[in-house]
């Protein structure tokens, strides 16, 4: 079964805390680690990434943190994964060299790979904060936040 790798997923979840979370306020590491129950040291480590390819935006200071670079409705799920995939590609396997896995196996799986970014990209974290608010998952400060118009 094709899954999310454990790093992609834990990026997701902290870029979607921020997202939920941040107003008015940016969201320090270490709120989102009691939240989501990601690691402290793993999770600074994608945040800088993050911040480096412009998803994020560090702030400094005693109420300082984390907050998206770009709104909500700009910012899509390929943008993390593809910032979590260049983290990743330091720890892949040398790809095959025989014929079968370059010209079968590894195009089809490109295509594949492909496919499902484009997919990611069409989905924002606005959408994913409006489900969150449709399922009534209360934000930091204990309220359902109201994105209507």
Do not use: H
């Not at 060299?97 to 606005?126: H, K, N, S, Y």
């Amino acid at each position: 079964m094709l899954r999310l790798s454990r790093k992609t997923a834990l990026a997701l979840e902290a870029v979607l805390d921020i997202a939920y979370n941040a107003r008015p306020d940016p969201v320090q590491s270490r709120d989102i680690t009691a939240r989501q129950g990601i690691p402290q040291r793993y999770l600074e480590q994608v945040l800088q990434r993050l911040v480096r390819e412009g998803v994020l935006r560090g702030v400094r200071g005693p109420r300082g943190g984390y907050i998206l670079a770009r709104e909500r409705r700009r910012v899509t799920l390929g943008d993390v994964v593809r910032v979590v995939q260049g983290l990743d590609s330091d720890e892949d396997p040398t790809p095959s060299t025989a014929a079968l896995g370059e010209q079968v196996i590894g195009p089809l799986w490109e295509g594949i790979e492909a496919e499902i970014l484009r997919r990611f990209d069409a989905i924002t974290m606005e959408d994913l904060c409006r489900q969150a608010r449709v399922q009534g998952i209360p934000r930091a400060d204990g309220t359902v936040p109201d994105y209507s118009i």
